[in-house]
């Protein structure tokens, strides 16, 4: 899949969130929604890393609404998990001497 195709997919689920709560239809829209980013996160880490700021905006954007249920916030989360899991590994790439975690400190006494 190109990366044009990705960003066309992100940008037309951007124009769909201002709907959100106007319609009746706002439940099914952002069960689609969802289901959509299930199935392009793997490929936006994959191809079109710099998209992943888009997507988690679009997550905290659906995480926002009211109408979002329980068993939605957990996918929002697990795709966050996802994404932020991807940026961990991108930036341990570009400096492999980083620490992926804070050491605890240590005392000296």
Wanted: charged letters at 15%.
């Amino acid at each position: 899949m190109s990366a044009t195709l990705i960003t066309a997919v992100i940008a037309l689920i951007e124009q769909f969130l201002p709907m959100l709560g106007t319609s009746a239809a706002t439940a099914t829209m952002i069960e689609t929604i969802i289901a959509a980013l299930e199935q392009i996160v793997p490929l936006v880490i994959e191809f079109v890393p710099v998209a992943v700021t888009s997507v988690q905006n679009i997550i905290a954007l659906l995480k926002g609404d009211s109408t979002v249920t329980v068993e939605q916030w957990a996918r929002l989360d697990a795709i966050d998990v996802a994404l932020d899991a991807a940026n961990d590994q991108a930036i341990a790439a570009v400096d492999p001497d980083a620490p992926a975690t804070v050491p605890p400190a240590t005392s000296s006494t």
